[in-house]
């Protein structure tokens, strides 16, 4: 559930963008996760750019990784590398976010992957983002997500924070989309268990 005056998060997908992350601050938007880096060598330059202005408007903006099947510790360095060069480590930012829609990733990848991460940024929070069916049907958390992972969940029921499922990881939901996702808290999680 939400309570009043949550705060409220968009999501970026590749080729998405915010036209004015200003106005997106003064309508509340409070964080942002931008899809910048897939596999173990693809980074979108545009996605950088949008980073950096969400950034510069005060939106707490974080680095998201479109998983690939295979290589999991490659793929953690690509994001870390790139992430620190953006600025997605800093305090403040959102966590880094691991998007595992693709077929063929699986618990062990999403395991894998966050370990990696924490050796090579020295962060431990991470954010692991899914659809309301593969978190039914194809991934245990359990096997995974210690206190600071965060679960990520994508559900347009247009009720934010309120996505239909539980798990006591679970403080993200993407409730809504059209340009770019629309997201909320998830009760008890505040902004401060979601950011670096």
Request: no cysteine.
């Amino acid at each position: 559930m939400t309570e009043q005056g949550a705060q409220l998060g968009v999501n970026l997908t590749l080729h998405q963008s915010v036209p004015d992350w200003r106005a997106a601050r003064a309508r509340s938007i409070q964080f942002a996760s931008i899809t910048i880096t897939e596999s173990v060598n693809w980074t979108d330059a545009d996605a950088a750019r949008q980073l950096a202005v969400a950034q510069d408007a005060g939106v707490h903006a974080g680095i998201r990784h479109y998983a690939r099947p295979g290589a999991p510790q490659d793929q953690a360095g690509h994001v870390v590398r790139t992430g620190r060069l953006l600025g997605a480590f800093a305090p403040g930012a959102l966590a880094p976010a691991l998007d595992v829609s693709a077929t063929g990733v699986d618990d062990r990848f999403i395991k894998s992957w966050i370990k990696a991460v924490r050796a090579a940024s020295g962060v431990r929070r991470v954010l692991v983002y899914a659809s309301y069916e593969d978190w039914l049907h194809r991934f245990r958390p359990d096997k995974w997500a210690d206190r600071e992972v965060v679960l990520w969940l994508v559900r347009h029921n247009g009720i934010p924070g309120r996505p239909g499922w539980f798990h006591s990881r679970l403080g993200l939901h993407q409730h809504g989309g059209g340009e770019y996702g629309l997201d909320a808290l998830v009760y008890p999680f505040t902004l401060a268990d979601v950011l670096l």
